[in-house]
């Protein structure tokens, strides 16, 4: 597509319940990027992938959140047994190169609230 | 950890000023992004620089990179309401995670008609 999609745009969970979160990145891109961003934070980064490469999981909080890429295109990013911490948008990202800080295209995000 | 810390944190301005908002580390960065959000949006990249005293111009808009790398500002000239937004500076580390990049917290500007 034009741009990065991702969906639901809008998502209210119970405490506890698990969600996922998708992520079409643009295609042809190879690099892709979750990203957290918290009322009154900066961007939190959470999870890369790059092509075939092996992720680098060095932004997740915690076990509870996990993410991967199918066939180098489709992203999920699940977060299980949610907790009201968890609350925040979650962004997407894809570029066409993962070097040199290449600028993002960003998604319109995720809200996540969780009651 | 390396920190962006950007300033003002608020800035409400009337049409036709111009501004200058700033994005300051105690490290050195490859490059530096800036990027604008709106309420319900992603953040759309305005500008990369690379080059420690680089400035680019975008419109209005002009971008300096500081001579160390270690900073950077954005000034605006002649403000405008569809200006308003969330100002995010963002660097790239060097090496090989280069490609995470760190976010300052933003500028929320406000420019009123």
């Known amino acids: 597509g034009a741009g990065v999609s991702q969906s639901p745009s809008n998502k209210v969970t119970e405490k506890g319940k698990d969600v996922e979160l998708r992520c079409d990145p643009i295609?042809?891109?190879?690099?892709l990027y979750w990203y957290r961003q918290s009322l009154g934070q900066g961007l939190e980064f959470l999870i890369y992938?790059?092509?075939?490469?092996?992720?680098?999981k060095s932004g997740l909080p915690s076990d509870r959140f996990s993410a991967e890429r199918t066939g180098g295109s489709v992203s999920t990013l699940t977060i299980q047994r949610t907790q009201q911490e968890d609350s925040a948008v979650y962004l997407c990202a894809s570029s066409d190169s993962g070097g040199r800080g290449h600028g993002y295209t960003f998604g319109s995000g995720t809200r996540l609230t969780v009651v | 950890t390396q920190l962006l810390e950007q300033s003002p944190q608020f800035l409400s301005i009337q049409e036709g000023e111009n501004l200058t908002v700033y994005c300051n580390s105690s490290?050195?960065?490859?490059?530096l992004q800036w990027y604008r959000q709106e309420p319900g949006e992603g953040p759309v990249l305005l500008v990369t620089?690379?080059?420690?005293?680089e400035v680019k111009k975008l419109k209005r808009l002009t971008f300096q990179f500081g001579d160390a790398r270690k900073d950077s500002s954005l000034h605006i000239t002649a403000a405008q309401p569809g200006d308003t937004g969330l100002y995010l500076c963002?660097?790239?580390?060097?090496?090989?995670?280069?490609?995470?990049?760190?976010f300052g917290k933003g500028t929320l500007l406000t420019v009123n008609p």
């Open positions: 963002a660097g790239a580390r060097s090496g090989g995670s280069n490609y995470k990049l760190t």
């Open positions: 490290s050195v960065f490859s490059s």
């Open positions: 992938f790059q092509g075939n490469s092996a992720p680098d």
């Open positions: 295609s042809g891109h190879t690099a």
């Open positions: 620089v690379v080059t420690g005293g």
